[in-house]
């Protein structure tokens, strides 16, 4: 297939998937379970998932691997079947996604932090490098490293997917608003700095996900295009702001309250929409709906 960012050059808006872990809550993952070994051990539910987001109108789908490097399986004794479980997750949304779809295979933080002396920069670099190749290896078109806060930890998993793989590359962090105009993360990046440090390190589509509901994504758009006005940017905003009620945390913005800041987000410089913690494949299908509209005019 073409890439995801020769796609954009052409001026198409692509559609992404939406939740991982709440979807997999909802079918019966419990806490303190690993969400990743249900591609070994429950695989059609895992299916599941990747179908109806594509049948919603995705044009591409993340596979059940955020948590499966080898510094987050070790927490649950599983580090030694990293390459298993994260080909396997590939090898799932692939079946799903079939020809014509991309796999983003997805790669989240470690919750090791360089600065702090508790992980070196090579034992990052390597356990990013394992995922990668079996990610690779079970089928997928592009790497998506996300959810990061940390800029040397975001890096070090860009190089080893470059030096691993031959998949497309993207990197996503995520913002805190401290005030009306001001996102960082919790490690203190912006998204301009991660704009122009990202793009160096050899991204070739950066963004934001989780942290914020779609309305806060667009001025984070408006600060990456700020500083780059070129490089595609991926956005996976939640269904709002988490509320805990009824003893469950919930996010609570419908489908048809999101869609009303895809014209927006869009105009602002976003150029593949999907959705993180709380969006279902209503929400994928109701953004899909919008986005054909505007490739059409």
């Known amino acids: 297939m073409n890439t995801i960012a020769n796609q954009i050059a052409q001026g198409r808006i692509l559609v992404s998937d939406g939740a991982w872990g709440t979807f997999l809550q909802q079918k019966g993952l419990g806490a303190g379970q690993c969400p990743e070994l249900w591609n070994l051990e429950r695989p059609g539910e ?150 122009e440090e990202l793009v160096c390190s050899g991204a070739a589509v950066i963004g934001a996900n989780c942290g914020n509901g779609i309305r806060d994504m667009i001025g984070i758009v408006k600060e990456i295009r700020s500083v780059n006005k070129t490089i595609p940017v991926l956005i996976h905003a939640n269904a709002g702001a988490p509320v805990y009620r009824d003893g469950q945390t919930v996010f609570p913005e419908s489908a048809e309250q999101m869609a009303e800041f895809i014209g927006e987000l869009i105009d602002a410089g976003a150029n593949i929409i999907g959705g993180c913690c709380g969006t279902t494949p209503e929400h994928i299908k109701r953004i899909a709906e919008i986005v054909k509209s505007r490739n059409i005019t």
């Not at 998932?49 to 599983?78: C, H, P, R, V, W």
């Open 46 to 195: 895992v299916l599941e998932i990747a179908q109806s987001y594509i049948l919603a109108g995705a044009d591409m789908i993340e596979t059940n691997s955020f948590g499966g490097n080898s510094f987050k399986l070790a927490s649950y004794g599983l580090s030694d079947k990293v390459y298993e479980i994260n080909k396997a997750a590939s090898q799932i949304s692939r079946r799903a996604a079939g020809a014509d779809r991309y796999v983003l295979g997805s790669m989240g933080p470690t919750g090791k932090i360089i600065m702090t002396g508790e992980v070196t920069y090579e034992s990052l670099f390597e356990a990013f490098r394992q995922q990668a190749v079996a990610l690779q290896d079970g089928g997928a078109d592009a790497l998506v490293i996300e959810t990061m806060s940390d800029i040397d930890e975001a890096k070090a998993a860009i190089s080893a997917a470059a030096d691993g793989t031959k998949c497309e590359i993207i990197c996503t962090m995520t913002f805190e608003k401290t005030d009306e105009h001001a996102y960082h993360t919790m490690m203190g990046v912006t998204p301009a700095q991660m704009t």
